[in-house]
Nanobody, 122 residues
Framework: QVQLVESGGGLVQAGGSLRLSCAASGGTFSSYAMGWFRQAPGKERELVLAISWSGGTTYVGDSVNGRFTISRDNAKNTVYLQMNSLKPEDTAVYYC???????????????WGQGTQVTVSS
């Protein structure tokens, strides 16, 4: 069983940056694909970015447009989401997730964090 804890969310002005972290425990972190998803009120949960267990492959969500990057440190059991040039439409709860297979569909990720709120003001 994998436990995931996100941190780093908050309130930021448009054009600003945030770095989210997700610390994993209770499993073999390096064997899992990791994803960042987000969900805004009234909207479907969507992929932001996902990364393979080795870090060699990433999947990019449609809304990122090169503004965000994902990375992982298997020695620290942590995955990161660097978000730059933030826009008000990036406002959402951001979730970290772990899955056995790298995929852009949230249904293939079995372990989830509690989420962290990101609010971008205009």
């Amino acid at each position: 069983q994998v436990q995931l804890v996100e941190s780093g969310g908050g309130l930021v002005q448009a054009g600003g940056s945030l770095r989210l972290s997700c610390a994993a425990s209770g499993g073999t972190f390096s064997s899992y694909a990791m994803g960042w998803f987000r969900q805004a009120p009234g909207k479907e949960r969507e992929l932001v970015l996902a990364i393979s267990w080795s870090g060699g492959t990433t999947y990019v969500g449609d809304s990122v447009n090169g503004r965000f990057t994902i990375s992982r440190d298997n020695a620290k059991n942590t995955v990161y989401l660097q978000m730059n040039s933030l826009k008000p439409e990036d406002t959402a709860v951001y979730y970290c997730a772990a899955g056995e297979t790298l995929d852009n569909n949230y249904k293939y990720y079995h372990y989830w964090g509690q989420g962290t709120q990101v609010t971008v003001s205009s």
